[in-house]
């Protein structure tokens, strides 16, 4: 048999196939081979560079995201003691969260619990130069101790619905306000936008179709579910007038941020919160773990009255 060459290949598809076909472009446009690539040998560092690579060249690790940290401080009870304290803290740059200064049983011992943010390094020289100062007795961080931190919340919401909120917001700026702290313009401006509200067609149509008895539930059944809400979070309504109620409650400031996210949907009047409290708890010994540590040591033998070798 003879050999089957290119030209052989090239005449027996030239009469089936087109001028376009994939045989005869690759006959026509032979493929150039490539030159080879250069060898080329790859460095070999010494000892003292391959060291410094990995000593300058090595990314550091992120830093740590500044954790929140609880100060208590020991002060005597003097003039100018808070001032100095919030000093040394600004110029640090450090944002306070809360700060409260009470007085302790001790006369002259108030006791200063401060809640800020930062990271480890830093709030701990911060810690030693508040303990420098001489009017403080001593600093403890309880942030990795066991405390019990509590808030005071006192917070006016409506009873009267969400829809009415603007209007009670406007009387009480009329009665905290004079005209010597706000303007009549500001006044006058107010109440245009109150008689545009009550004017609305939509809001006089909400108030024609209920009756005045109708109202009157409504007022009672927002009362009766803030009252339950209040129950469940372990609340106190302190004042119940007209149109709003006061509540109080203590607890941890995550639990205050939940109450208030609850509440809003019927209208915050006004708000006050007081910053965190926090002592230790008390650690419970076991008696019967001290027993069986106490006999375990017992039971160990002195090394002191072993013979040599």
């Known amino acids: 048999m003879l050999p089957i060459t290119l030209s052989n290949k090239y005449n027996r598809y030239q009469s089936t196939q087109s001028s376009t076909s994939a045989v005869e472009y690759k006959l026509t446009h032979p493929r150039k081979k490539l030159p080879p690539l250069p060898k080329i040998a790859p460095p070999t560092p010494s000892a003292e560079e391959a060291v410094n690579n990995i000593l300058y060249n090595t990314p550091s690790?992120?830093?740590?995201?500044?954790?929140?940290?609880?100060?208590?401080?020991?002060?005597?009870?003097?003039?100018?003691?808070?001032?100095?304290?919030?000093?040394?803290?600004?110029?640090?740059?450090?944002?306070?969260?809360?700060?409260?200064?009470?007085?302790?049983?001790?006369?002259?011992?108030?006791?200063?619990?401060i809640v800020l943010r930062g990271h480890d390094v830093v709030i701990e020289q911060a810690r030693r130069q508040l303990k420098d100062l001489v009017p403080v007795w001593a600093v403890l961080d309880y942030t990795n101790t066991t405390i019990v931190e509590r808030e005071l919340l006192l917070v006016k919401v409506s009873i009267l619905g969400p829809e009415h909120l603007h209007e009670q917001l406007a009387a009480i700026k009329h009665e905290e306000y004079d005209d010597e702290f706000m303007p009549e313009a500001d006044l006058e401006a107010e109440n245009l936008g109150s008689t545009i509200l009550s004017t609305d067609p939509l809001f006089m149509d909400d108030q024609t179709r209920l009756s005045p008895s109708a109202l009157l539930r409504q007022k009672f059944a927002h009362l009766h579910a803030l009252n339950d809400l209040t129950k469940l979070f372990g609340a106190h309504i302190l004042d119940v007038a007209n149109d709003s109620v006061v509540i109080e409650l203590s607890a941890k400031p995550t639990r205050l941020d939940a109450f208030v996210k609850l509440i809003k949907p019927f209208g915050i009047l006004e708000a006050a919160r007081s910053g965190m409290m926090a002592l230790p708890r008390t650690p419970l010994h076991d008696p019967e773990k001290n027993d069986l540590e106490e006999e375990s040591e017992d039971s160990g033998v002195d090394a002191t009255m072993l013979p040599p070798g």
Do not use: W, Y
């Open 61 to 113: 690790p992120p830093p740590s995201p500044p954790k929140r940290h609880i100060l208590n401080c020991l002060v005597q009870n003097e003039p100018g003691v808070l001032s100095r304290v919030s000093g040394i803290l600004a110029a640090r740059g450090f944002n306070i969260d809360s700060l409260v200064v009470a007085s302790t049983e001790v006369a002259d011992l108030s006791r200063m619990t």
